[in-house]
């Protein structure tokens, strides 16, 4: 458990700013930087790695042994888990099926009357 004496919790402060510094260079990585696709990747893939670990040592309590003799929550990191699981399928069907089946507005439907009266107009 967290030091009741202390007033402001350093391990939080210092774990959300290393999240959002990863956050932000996880960002500049994809928007700004010149690297090719695939150290993108595995750069984005290394800062999560790093970020997820931040979160296990600075959130989640593992190194504290006031939680009954270091006791690991081990059924919140299985949710964790199963939660970001269960966010990255579904963004990965979405990003990969899309929906943009009847959704692209009107164009389709105009794109298909131009065919039909370049149909009629060239059978007259």
Known sequence: MAD????IPMNHVIGFLLSIAMTLLAAWAVVSSNL???WVIISILILALLQAGVQ???FMHITEKGSGGGHV???MMFHGF???A???AGSLFTMSFGFHGGHDGDGGHQQQEQQQQEEHGGSH
Request: charged share 20%.
């Open 4 to 7: 009741p004496k202390k007033r």
């Open 36 to 38: 090719p696709v695939r």
């Open 56 to 58: 296990l040592f600075m």
């Open 73 to 75: 929550p081990w059924n």
């Open 82 to 84: 199963a939660l970001a």
């Open 86 to 88: 269960i966010i990255v």
